[in-house]
């Protein structure tokens, strides 16, 4: 991983917690008060970042001279969304909801002033996705996939997720694996990021992406009287478990290991509904 991404992420974290605490002390004085507070902050993330993005062009030895100066001044003040930023922290009716809003707009501010400075930078191809600690099961599947610099930042809130610029050919020699990412983590670490079933069905081999996608078509069925967790995600026929001979229902690797009579048998049951491939 390049010394200047990581220190770049660092630097990130270290302004949103800063940023957090310093918003959390005046939203209670005054809306401007609290603006005026959150744009420094956001101004901040944003002049950061591009002088970050030229560093990790210099260490990649791509000449890190733009075709336009990015104006840092423009991104600030207007939420993510595309409106008002201080209607935005009005909305906040908790303190968890006004913490999610400022953590999430400060690293929305960041990502958007290296998409902007990608686009002055016609000589890099795209970005790669950098994944960071605390990330998700949705995020950690695509740690270092490659984009093309015009392609959009998926992320969620709170993401903290950042852009290296990169080359396409260059951009495996640093892209950040998922399966590296996912043994670096404690068990217990495994089991909140991707649940404690699907952190062993990854363990016991099955595929990182699989797990985390079946997800999204999980539902609850009835088998032989007793309720299982399906899904129907991967089961078209250009789908993964498609493509193996899974037809309708699914099972989710909770209900695998649940209905398991061994580890060799769990391992049979994740390769029949192609979470092992």
Known sequence: MLSSAVEHYATQARITALGLLAARRVRDESPDRLLAIMIGLQLAAATETLAAFEAMLAEQGIDPSPA??????ALVGVASDGRDLGSLLQLAATAAQ???IVETQLQDVARQAAAVSLGTHPQVTGYVRMVNPGACGRCVILAGRWYR??????????CACRHIPAMEDAAGDFRTDP??????LTGAEQDATFGKAGAEAIRLGADMGQ?????RGMSTAQVSARSVLVTSEGTSRA???????????????ESILA???????????????????
């Not at 797990?211 to 997800?215: D, L």
């Open 68 to 73: 336009a100066e990015v104006r840092p001044e």
């Open 179 to 184: 399966r590296e990412y996912f043994d670096s």
């Open 239 to 253: 789908g993964v478990a498609g493509r193996s001979g899974v037809r309708g229902a699914r099972l989710m690797p």
């Open 211 to 215: 797990v985390v996608n079946a997800r």
């Open 98 to 100: 006004f913490d999610m």
């Open 149 to 158: 610099w015009s392609d959009g930042f998926q992320r969620h809130p709170r």
């Open 259 to 277: 209905s398991a009579t061994s580890r060799d048998d769990a391992v049979r049951l994740l390769r029949e509904y192609a979470y092992i491939t």
